[in-house]
């Protein structure tokens, strides 16, 4: 037991050692993204943490930050990658932050809540 709880900390530690931090220009993609279906974390250091549910489904990623494509992401290592669609990217409407992401508006948190 031991033995595999070692390996998935090591497997975790590999994971986060590939992620790319963000770049200067897409920097307003970082922090903690909700909505009543999904909620998103994209750190400055290039972790992404995803969680939709949908109906009786749910889905969820976390992974590192592999690449921008245009305004989408890509989260994954290797062949097992996940591009996220970003039909508009982080934009202020009435003072809030919000991105439609996979279809789905989402608002960033402020820090602290």
Known sequence: MRKMLW???VCGLLLAACAKPLPPEKVAYAGQWRSPTMSLLITESGNVNYKRVDGGMSKSINGPLHAFEG???VVGVGPVKTTF???M???QDQGAWKMVV???EL???PPGE
């Open 7 to 9: 390996v998935f900390a």
């Open 71 to 73: 305004d989408n992401f």
């Open 85 to 87: 669609v970003v039909s």
């Open 89 to 91: 990217p982080p934009y």
């Open 102 to 104: 996979d279809g789905v």
């Open 107 to 109: 608002t960033r948190v």
